[in-house]
């Protein structure tokens, strides 16, 4: 693999097991002139590690919009550049978005080199609908602010992931079981990849008596992965909703324009595509 001048690669690095960084991630970090990291104390032993010698600036949240003027120069300049995070792939609540936009209006080709996210390896063994999904990042720490923000998704029908802080997982739990019942089936996906992984689906209802048990429980870095709300046949299909799903139809396959018309207005896609096959079956002669 031949590393090009003056572009920017995004990097995905691992999210506990080494041995997850990919051979053509390792050649890329090696070969680049210059890495942006998020936190270059955590990222130099993992560079380390691998042999990686190239200098190491620091790109978070704090100081992103003020790196993009050297990165870029240093871009025109043909330097390449590796951008990465403290785990997992850039930009998926991590920082990186402002320098990769800025990139894209410069000119500058992005390259993507693909490997471990927290968010993929979750739904992967969470059992659940992972064909249209929703990512909430990190709640809000505010319990009031937090509480507001899943009380508007009550009735999502797609399947919630979203990532926690150890110091907060045990009153998100609570808040989940109170704003979508404890019934509500969810995964909690705790140290991915790491020595003490743990992989949990139960009710929220149990999973709030779990997480509080052991005092080891609550340490770690979290995904949850939340079963959507129930789609009943009570939600109905709104004259907006059959209007949306209409000029969809017209110009796409059912379940493609059933799927879209669930995320434009928020009824159930199972519930619009009976609706395009009742459509579909009236339209004939």
């Known amino acids: 693999m031949s590393i090009e001048a003056g572009v920017l690669y995004v990097v995905a690095t691992p999210i506990g097991n080494l041995q997850d960084l990919s051979?053509?991630?390792?050649?890329?970090?090696?070969?680049?002139?210059?890495?942006?990291?998020?936190?270059?104390?955590?990222?130099?032993?993992?560079?380390?590690?691998?042999?990686?010698?190239?200098?190491?600036?620091?790109?978070?949240?704090?100081?992103?919009?003020?790196?993009?003027?050297?990165?870029?120069?240093?871009?025109?300049?043909?330097?390449?550049?590796?951008?990465?995070?403290?785990?997992?792939?850039?930009?998926?609540?991590?920082?990186?978005?402002?320098?990769?936009?800025?990139?894209?209006q410069a000119g500058v080709r992005v390259i993507p080199i693909p490997g471990p996210s927290a968010v993929a390896t979750a739904l992967s063994a969470a059992g659940m609908a992972a064909d249209s999904f929703v990512f909430l990042g990190f709640l809000p720490p505010k319990p009031a602010a937090r509480r507001k923000r899943l009380e508007s998704l009550k009735s999502e029908n797609r399947t919630l992931v979203l990532y926690e802080a150890p110091h907060r997982i045990e009153e998100c739990l609570a808040d989940l079981r109170q704003v979508f019942g404890g019934e509500r089936v969810a995964v909690l996906c705790k140290e991915l990849s790491k020595i003490h992984e743990t992989v949990y689906r139960a009710p929220l209802e149990e999973l709030c008596g779990w997480i509080t048990t052991k005092a080891e429980r609550q340490r770690g870095e979290f995904v949850l992965v939340i079963q959507g709300a129930a789609e009943t046949a009570s939600e109905g299909c709104s004259p907006e909703a059959e209007r949306v799903l209409r000029v969809l139809t017209a110009e796409l396959p059912l379940a493609q324009a059933a799927r879209l018309a669930a995320q434009i207005t928020g009824v159930g896609r199972k519930i619009l595509y009976e609706q395009g096959l009742k459509l579909n079956a009236e339209d004939k002669p």
Not at 58 to 85: F, K, T, W, Y
Request: charged letters at 25%.
């Open 23 to 104: 051979p053509r991630a390792q050649e890329t970090l090696r070969g680049v002139k210059r890495i942006a990291a998020e936190d270059t104390r955590h990222s130099l032993p993992l560079l380390s590690h691998f042999g990686v010698h190239a200098p190491v600036q620091s790109l978070h949240e704090h100081n992103e919009r003020q790196s993009i003027p050297d990165l870029l120069q240093r871009l025109g300049d043909g330097d390449s550049v590796a951008l990465i995070s403290d785990a997992g792939t850039p930009l998926i609540s991590d920082p990186g978005v402002r320098l990769v936009e800025a990139a894209h």
